[in-house]
């Protein structure tokens, strides 16, 4: 059964994540946004809404599963969907200086909060709270200042759906994503059950890797349509969404502390992922654009990181 799950998963997301990006580039087209936009609020929302689940059902009773499942999907995000995207990228352009340090700003600030949160000893309700609201203003950001972006955008899709169908194919999309990685999910958690991995790790590790499976597809359909410019921005609206709404909703919701047992390697492992997000927007250019070797080392490292990360974690 955990196999039928996994298939049916695996299928699910392919055909979910390609009616996703087709719908969603077309909308984007339409509504005359750059593909980077695109990434940060339409398709970073849709393939974030398993994490949303998964808080939302272990948040009251199970806190740290959720906190591990939203620092584990963030680690999965930068370390193998964007190292992946570094490798399968060949000579397209990802414009990830689109993505203003401004954007930024808000998921650094609350990144940082959560991280000294442990030795502050702050209200959850609170702290919840300046989550929502940081990204409340991180998507007022993304939206007043895409349009003075003159940069170079992907190519433009090679066709635009009407609206009422692009609008149609994008919902079908992220609720076949939705259930997909549900299936995949359960699948995984069964086989962490025969293997005896413990709650701690199967959270960072096997949840995490079965509700970010929709960014993963989702990216990498893009690149493959030629829209590498939106690939950076759902890494980073997807990163935006867990941390601030799911991490958010997780404090809301708790009705019992959030163990810190194995908090701590987590939070430190966040942060350092946090921190190559804001890489490109502090030394990269727009006139400037490193070599396809390069980039591929930098993926192989970054993917490299990522299972550094999950055996600091274990």
């Known amino acids: 059964m955990a196999t039928l799950h996994l298939l049916l998963g695996l299928a699910g997301l392919l055909i979910g994540s390609d009616v996703a ?65 570094l490798i399968l990228k060949g ?62 955008d992907d190519a433009a899709p090679e066709k635009i759906l009407p609206v009422t169908i692009a609008l149609a194919a994008t919902l079908f999309g992220f609720l076949m994503l939705a259930f997909a990685s549900q299936w995949f999910l359960e699948g995984a958690l069964e086989l962490a059950d025969r293997f005896g991995w413990k709650e701690g790790f199967a959270g960072f590790v096997i949840t995490a890797v079965g509700t970010s499976a929709p960014e993963l597809f989702t990216s990498v359909r893009a690149l493959r349509l030629g829209h590498a410019g939106a690939v950076f921005g759902n890494v980073v609206g997807s990163n935006a969404f867990n941390l601030m709404v799911a991490g958010g909703v997780v404090g809301l919701m708790a009705e019992v502390e959030v163990p810190e047992e194995g908090l701590r390697p987590q939070l430190w492992v966040n942060l350092g992922f946090m921190i190559v997000l804001l890489v490109p927007a502090l030394v990269t250019t727009r006139r400037r654009e490193i070599s396809i070797r390069a980039y591929k080392i930098l993926g192989f490292a970054l993917i490299g990181s990522y299972f550094v990360a999950a055996w600091v974690i274990q």
């Not at 087709?22 to 946004?33: D, F, V």
């Not at 939302?56 to 995207?85: C, H, K, Q």
């Not at 990802?94 to 600030?109: E, R």
Request: a neutral charge; glycine letters at 10%; one cysteine or more.
């Open 21 to 85: 990006v087709r719908g969603s580039i077309s909308l984007a087209s339409r509504w005359g946004w750059p593909s980077w936009v695109t990434g940060l609020l339409l398709l970073a929302l849709g393939t974030s809404l398993p994490e949303l689940f998964v808080c939302i059902a272990s948040a009251p009773e199970y806190p740290g599963l959720a906190a591990g499942n939203i620092f584990g999907s963030n680690a999965f995000n930068v370390g193998m969907v964007l190292g992946m995207t």
């Open 91 to 152: 000579s397209a352009r990802l414009n990830v200086k689109s993505v203003h340090l401004a954007t930024l700003m808000p998921l650094t600030v609350c990144t940082l909060l959560t991280f000294l949160l442990p030795g502050l000893g702050l209200d959850l309700y609170w702290t919840s709270s300046v989550m929502l609201i940081g990204y409340a203003i991180m998507v007022l950001i993304s939206i007043a200042g895409h349009k003075e972006l003159q940069v170079h």
